[in-house]
């Protein structure tokens, strides 16, 4: 690398930000290059978030089929075992050759792989650092900062790396604890706390909220928690974490209570995940002039992702917004057409979300609660999966789909399911609510039978009850 390279845009960070926009770039003709400080491509999705998780989830969820309720079926195993260190190496597996694939469609596409720790150095131009080495500066027409977020580290509950661990190390544990503490009822919290719960570990969680999975509706949210605890988690909500030591290979957790009496919990593993803050540091935002809110530390950009500094772009988990790797690909590809002279842009109320406990769920669009919240006139159709026949065939009669209109218009203002394949069903209401579709628009497709879709229609046909076109 010399200082004489320079290209049309420079990315920092190969995450599903980055790497999204860094194809878009190329075939928009703009000659790309993308640095990266990790050795493997990917970012956090790939490598510790999105992908290992959801397989040792789909693992723990085959184990808990085989070991609890295959003699439903009639299927006869015998006593079933668990090779956690097997577990461990598919999903090790499975993240290697998704993050070789990103690599194999940056070369494809001729964007350029830098190495090293990226700076802003100045107007047009990125230092790159790799090592003990010296910064190699190269010039970029156009900089896009997609460097992604990392935990929250609470005071009193600094990282060990090994008994209090964030997300990354909840990953990896060689053995299966016999109580797991969770510090957080997100949904990073509750997907990983369902892993080793199927495996056998028991799981208290706690939350300073009065409720987990606080941005749900409340309805889905109240039926979740039930369901998680009848698998077995604790859940200790209204209650405040104030510090934590580790003592004899233990972790002695001191809780306030809704009381506000304290008291000691022990866990053999303590996993904080109380949020994410965006990955920022050595970027030298401030001496390039970038500016960030004071308390969030995220990065002002505006409608076309550009931030304070002209030419210099920022997305993902960086700006503003849930911290979703398909919110930072849409956002990638947006950032990337309006540096084109391309109108791209990023529908934020037709974005789904999704937590992959099981039953899992998903939604799009308002809650009940943001739609009274606004005084707006609404009507609700729901359908439990009970009634659906594939639902009854599978074993899965867990959830509900909630379908939510404008009681004038019909106009859909938001979905949400808890239930078997939750998070592919969705993804029918996000595309209906991106074309501005009504509950009769799904009440009058078909849909095959018998599928779990079904009840999303059925949904939508309980919502014309209420609708004024209710015939």
């Known amino acids: 690398m010399s200082a004489k390279q320079h290209y049309d845009l420079v990315i920092i960070g190969s995450g599903p930000g980055g790497y999204v926009a860094a194809v878009r770039a ?44 295959l003699g439903e079926y009639g299927i006869r195993t015998g006593k079933v075992s668990l090779e956690l260190k097997t577990m461990l190496a598919r999903k090790d597996k499975v993240v290697l050759e998704l993050t070789e694939n990103v690599r194999q469609l940056l070369e494809g596409n001729g964007i350029d792989i830098i190495p090293g720790t990226a700076s802003l150095a100045g107007a047009g131009e990125v230092a790159v650092k790799k090592g003990k080495g010296r910064a190699k500066k190269i010039g970029a027409g156009r900089i896009l ?34 109580h797991l503490g969770i510090v957080g009822g997100g949904y990073i919290g509750l997907e990983l706390g369902s892993v080793w719960r199927r495996l056998g570990a028991d799981v208290t969680v706690i939350e300073m909220l009065p409720r987990i999975a606080t941005l749900l509706d409340g309805q889905v949210g109240r039926t979740l928690d039930r369901l ?12 405040k974490v104030a510090g934590a030591k580790v003592k004899g290979g233990k972790v002695a957790v001191s809780v306030v209570g809704p009381d506000q009496k304290e008291e000691t919990l022990t866990f053999d593993r303590l996993l904080v995940s109380v949020g994410r803050q965006p990955s920022t540091e050595g970027l030298q935002l ?4 970038v500016e960030t809110d004071s308390r969030s530390g995220l ?46 842009e990023v529908n934020y109320d037709t974005i789904p979300s999704v937590i992959y406990t099981w039953p899992e769920v998903a939604s799009v669009g308002l809650t009940e609660e943001q739609v009274k919240e606004r ?9 439990p999966f009970s009634g659906a026949g594939r639902a009854r065939c599978m074993g899965e009669m867990d959830g509900f789909v909630k379908l939510i209109a404008h009681s004038k218009t019909d106009r ?25 579709a009504s509950s009769e628009d799904i009440a009058r497709t078909v849909h095959g039978h018998p599928t779990f879709a079904e009840a999303l229609q059925e949904a939508a046909l309980a919502v014309r009850k209420c609708s004024i076109y209710a015939s």
């Open 145 to 178: 900062l997609a460097t992604g977020s990392r935990p929250v580290e609470v005071p009193g509950l600094a990282f060990d790396g090994n008994r209090i661990v964030d997300s990354t190390g909840a990953l990896s544990f060689k053995s299966v604890p016999k």
């Open 412 to 436: 859909i203002l938001g979905i949400h399911i808890i239930g078997p394949r939750a998070a592919d069903m969705i993804a029918e209401g996000v595309l209906a609510m991106e074309f501005g």
């Open 286 to 289: 401030d001496a390039a002039g």
């Open 375 to 383: 005084d707006i006139p609404y009507c609700v159709g729901s359908y």
């Open 26 to 69: 190329a075939q928009l003709g703009l000659k790309t290059a993308v640095v990266e400080k990790d050795q493997r491509l990917g970012g956090v999705c790939l490598n510790v978030g999105c992908i290992p998780s959801k397989a040792l989830l789909d693992a723990s969820e085959y184990y808990h089929l085989a070991a609890e309720r």
């Open 228 to 239: 998680l605890r009848k698998q077995g988690f604790t859940f200790r909500t209204n209650t």
């Open 299 to 344: 990065v002002t950009v505006d409608e076309t992702y550009q931030t304070s500094v002209k030419d210099i772009y920022a997305i993902g988990d960086l700006i503003a917004g849930p911290a979703l790797a398909h919110k930072a690909s849409a956002e990638g590809i947006a950032a990337v057409e309006c540096m084109a002279g391309r109108a791209g």
